[in-house]
Each structure stands twice: as C-alpha cells, then as structure tokens.
C-alpha cells in the first residue's frame, strides 16, 4: 500500500563527516517526494524535494536522489554540523490528484563534536 | 511573518471533554491539513481542506471534525477527548496541494488526554 519507510532509525555521525539518511517507499505510482526535518519540540522543516522525472536535485549542502526502479530516495548532508542533528522524515504524494502526504517513521541523527 | 500558528501550544484534557485545536496561516495559502505525530512515527494526516468551504477525510479522521470558512483559519474539533488521541497536533498548509509544492508546518499542540 501507500507507505514510506526508512532503513535505519538512528545514525550518528561525526562533525565534518558527510551523512546519508535512506528512505523506502512501496507506491510506484508516488510522484512528488520530499524531506522534513524536525527539531525537537518543533514543527517539520521543509530541507528539499524531487519530482518523479528527476534523479537528483541539489541544495545548499543536501542532495536528495531518487532511485525509482528499487523506490528508494535518500537525503546526504555534506559537512555535517551540530545544527543539523534532528529527525529526518521522508514524504511522498501520489499522482492522481489525491491530496495526500504520506510520511515515513524518520530517522534520528546525532552529529557528535 | 508569522507562518502557521497553533494554539494551545499545550493541554491536558479529561476522557470525553472536547476542544478545538486551532490553525491560523497568514500566507493566504489555499490547501491546509492536519496530522497527528505519536512518539517514533511519522506523521499521519487527520484531515485536509483544499480551500475554503471544502474539508476531506486523511488516514485517522475518526474522533475528529473540521470545518473551513475561511482561508485563513482551519480549527480541528476533538467531539469526546479519549486517551488514543494524545499526540501531537501539527497544522499544515501550502499554496498548492500535497503533490504541489512542500507544505508549511506549525510548532505543534501537544496533547495529553487523561
């Protein structure tokens, strides 16, 4: 069904180190994907998003790449810092006019100094 | 700019009372929702308004009603408070719809029903 995933619900990194979160979704048909993070006692920070007619899509030290033919989409933070230590959660749409979102569980990551 | 507001940030109610979460967005954006977040989830969608006058069913409307008659604002009704609806409360709303374009968060009501 419409469900979105995640590999790991935890990663620690260090400071500097670039950092990979990964995210699985099971809906083909899901076209617009796109990646929050949530600091806590805070509501959902947009980071980026990509189409479905995209691979990768850059910003300012994040890429996100989508691989549809295993449905796997993926956050990297390049340098990571302190301030980037927070719960990341995927979301995908499905094409169709459905107006939903459908979030994955997130992953929590720890940038140690 | 003040984005999405939510109001109370916090409550505790007793099992059967009611209240209304409330959402205000000052970005005169069309498509508002709302989302539950329990502790290791994700966010999962109560209900959503594509504009004013129009509300739809998400994934968990049980227990819950909305109402849009204006823009601007997008109250969330518990009708009889029970446990299984103490969350996080997260408004939502955007230009367009979910598949548009991201959409904008609120901090959150944090939610606590005894």
């Known amino acids: 069904g419409e469900s979105v995933g995640l590999h790991l619900p935890t990663l620690s990194v260090q400071e500097g180190d670039n950092s990979i979160i990964n995210c699985a979704y099971s809906n083909s048909a899901s076209d617009y994907f796109i990646w929050y993070k949530q600091e806590s006692g805070k509501g959902p920070q947009f980071i980026i998003d990509?189409?479905?007619?995209?691979d990768k899509r850059q910003g300012q030290r994040v890429t996100v790449l989508l691989n549809k033919t295993v449905k796997h989409l993926s956050l990297q933070i390049a340098a990571t810092q302190p301030g980037d230590s927070a719960v990341y959660f995927c979301a995908e749409t499905v094409k169709g006019g459905s107006e939903k979102l459908v979030f994955g569980k997130g992953t929590k990551l720890t940038v140690n100094p | 700019n003040a984005g999405v507001t939510q109001t109370p940030k916090f409550q505790v109610l007793k099992t059967g009372q009611s209240m209304t979460l409330q959402c205000a967005q000052d970005m005169n954006h069309e498509y508002m929702s709302w989302y539950r977040q329990d502790p290791g989830m994700g966010l999962r969608l109560i209900h959503y308004?594509?504009?004013?006058?129009?509300?739809d069913q998400g994934e968990v409307p049980n227990g819950y009603n909305v109402s849009r008659s204006t823009t601007e604002d997008f109250p969330l009704r518990l009708l009889s408070a029970a446990p299984s609806q103490t969350s996080v409360y997260f408004c939502?709303?955007?230009?367009?719809?979910?598949?548009?374009?991201?959409?904008?968060f609120g901090d959150g009501t944090r939610l606590s029903i005894l």
């Open positions: 939502a709303s955007s230009s367009l719809g979910a598949g548009g374009q991201p959409q904008h």
């Open positions: 308004s594509v504009g004013a006058g129009i509300t």
């Open positions: 990509i189409r479905s007619n995209m």
